[in-house]
């Protein structure tokens, strides 16, 4: 789960790290307020769950509240196109609005669990304020990394060692050190996946102050953090992501036409590959979960309807915890009068096989079942 820079700024803060003077506005008037009480040139900064703002004009100076209230006007109820988003774009519905710093230097600091090492990673770089990507393809010697031992935690020496990799003077290693162990507290305290820090700017008067920030939770973890849980924007996924994350259903919309309704990850991953195998698009990955009952299969099938690139829908159901009869009378549930016609591969295996089936024979759907995956594809093309 990703939190908004203003978000992730927040939490930081909470951990001893320094934000430039700001407040947030979700209408132009509001950031007028805050413009005027900075008494300051300002930055005026889109809030998406998205990087690149800056290219994509999602990042103004601006020297008077009026300009503010305008920046904010002209950002407010639209949606801003980066290289991360895609050509639909993030929609703006607030801005932060910060005191201009004047900047010495641009650092990276950033937090990742590396699979490898099977240990968080603290991630440094001197050349900070572009995209770390960039940094990494081009000039992969400017990145420095310090495995941080979990049961000990990021130790005082390590912040040094990359404060003297980055050129910083040694009256200043210390407090960058600093800076990391706080980086760090947060994202263990949290369940971070990702703490970034880009840049962390060292200002004209010597302090580290942290110009933009983003933080990534782990979503497994979300049980234990509800308060963070309850700082999600669901207006930034699509209506579809929402509507299933909302519902508590694994699901991701991709670009084919094949709708695919399937109980557990891996066998939904299996589906996919299986799919594509096959010289068919997946629409979608779903899990509809292992425990699913009918309500939530219908949640699922009508999330995957809702879809308007999918033609036709493949159902691979292996009824362990979940019984093929719950997951038959969800998908009749969802499936109105006018969408009986919608071309359905089924595949149902396990327990209360011959129960789900009749089920969905019964409904008068237009239903081919198949034993298995292969069959699958190949009913696929001609269904």
């Known amino acids: 789960m990703k939190l908004h820079e203003y978000q992730a700024k927040a939490l ?6 320094l934000m430039p003077r700001g407040g947030v506005a979700s209408t132009p008037k509001d950031a007028w307020a805050v413009a005027e009480r900075l008494s300051a040139p300002c930055v005026v900064k ?8 800056g290219k994509a004009g999602g990042i103004r ?3 008077t509240p009026e300009e503010a209230e305008q920046a904010t006007a002209d950002m407010l109820g639209t949606r801003l196109v980066t290289a991360q988003t895609g050509p639909e774009g993030a929609p703006v519905s607030r801005v932060l609005v910060e005191e201009a710093l004047e900047v010495e230097r641009e650092l990276y600091l950033g937090i990742v669990i590396d699979g490898q090492v099977q240990a968080p990673v ?10 770390i990507e960039q940094v990494a393809a081009k000039h992969p010697e400017l990145l420095l990394r310090e495995t941080i031992d979990p049961v000990v935690g990021l130790r005082s020496f390590q912040g040094r060692r990359l404060a003297t990799g980055m050129g910083l003077p040694v009256s200043m290693a210390n407090s960058l050190a600093q800076q990391m162990i706080r980086m760090y507290e947060a994202f263990t305290a949290k369940d971070c996946s990702l703490v970034e820090v880009n840049p962390l700017v060292v200002t004209r008067d010597g302090r580290l102050v942290a110009l933009d920030a983003k ?21 930034q996924d699509s209506p579809l992501e929402a509507k299933a994350g909302q519902a508590g259903i694994a699901y991701v919309k991709l670009d084919g036409d094949v709708g695919c309704l399937v109980n557990g990850a891996g066998l939904a991953m299996a589906t996919m ?17 292992g425990g699913a ?3 939530r299969v219908a949640t699922a099938m009508g999330i995957i309807l809702d879809d308007p690139q999918v033609t036709r829908i493949l159902v691979n159901v292996f009824g362990g915890i979940a019984r093929c009869d719950d997951i038959a009378q969800g998908i009749v549930q969802a499936i109105p009068e006018a969408r009986k016609g919608v071309p359905l591969v089924v595949r149902l295996l396990g327990t209360k096989v011959e129960d789900g089936k009749r089920i969905l024979t ?22």
């Not at 889109?46 to 703002?53: F, L, N, P, T």
């Not at 603290?122 to 995209?131: F, K, L, N, Q, Y």
């Not at 497994?220 to 669901?234: E, N, S, T």
């Open 12 to 17: 930081l803060s909470l951990y001893g790290m």
């Open 46 to 53: 889109a809030q998406v769950y998205a990087g690149g703002r």
């Open 61 to 63: 100076l601006v020297n």
């Open 122 to 131: 603290m991630i440094a770089s001197r050349a900070g304020g572009v995209e």
């Open 215 to 235: 933080v990534t939770l782990d979503d497994d973890a979300l049980f234990r953090q509800q308060d963070m849980a309850a700082l999600r924007d669901w207006g």
């Open 273 to 289: 590959d299986t799919i594509n195998a096959g010289g068919h698009r997946p629409a979608n990955f779903l899990d509809v979960g």
């Open 293 to 295: 009952d009918p309500d």
């Open 362 to 383: 019964e409904a008068g759907l237009n239903i081919r079942f198949v034993d298995s995956l292969r069959e699958a594809t190949e009913a696929l093309s001609t269904h």
